[in-house]
């Protein structure tokens, strides 16, 4: 929950998100909606607990996630939280080790890094790989499309089971039908994850419990869907 909270980089500047306000429950869909410059991603970093607020707090289960002195619940949030950005960051190593990012090749299992590419709708061109999961994607990825980088990154998140997912125009290189596909497989996941997503397209997010508009650093709307 995010109360009163305040932002601003330096002392001296205006402040960028200001008087924001917003409940959040776990297991909502969460879309963000705005123009460039209005603090969409400054929002999220703050929510990922990647920067404090200047003033106001975010809470967690009713406990301040930014408390003096107690920074478990600060790493503890921020571990619960997969972060899917609109450039995915990938190594030149294989598939599955992309997929499963972080972890030991000999750690990965392999059925889990399938399903989450199979929910990312990837399964099927990497199937088509001579090589399949074990395909070397080349530096950062060079030899995947955007979309193709894109749906890796998706089920890179997926992969981690999480239990928030933050998307921050993470399919915009998607058509309008995978995305959609892709997007109702998420929502329909055994562990309901929360999902929040930063999208222009307002198709993207037909299926948000909630759609928040910010403009120019406020809340201006907060519609509830469902």
Sequence with gaps: MFQNLYFKYISNQSYILKNINLEIFKGEFIGIIGKTGDGKST??????????????YIYL??????????????????????????????FDSTI???V?????ANQINIEEVKNACR???????????KDGYFTRVGELGKKLSGGQRQRIGIAR???????????????SALDVITEKKILKSII?????PTVIMIAHRLTTL?????LVEIEKGIIKKVTVRK
């Design 43 to 56: 929002f999220i970093d703050l929510m990922m607990g990647l920067l404090k607020p200047s003033k106001g």
């Design 157 to 171: 998140a997926l992969y981690s089971k999480s239990n928030i997912l933050v998307f921050d125009e993470a399919t």
């Design 61 to 90: 289960d009713n406990k301040n996630i930014h408390i003096k002195n107690n920074y478990k619940i600060l790493r503890a949030w921020r571990k619960s939280i997969s972060h899917v950005p609109q450039t995915i960051n990938l």
């Design 206 to 210: 037909k299926e948000a419990d909630k």
């Design 188 to 192: 329909s996941l055994k562990n309901n």
């Design 96 to 98: 599955a080790e992309n």
């Design 119 to 129: 929910i990312a709708m990837i399964d099927e061109f990497i199937s088509s790989l």
């Design 100 to 104: 499963a990012f972080g972890e030991n």
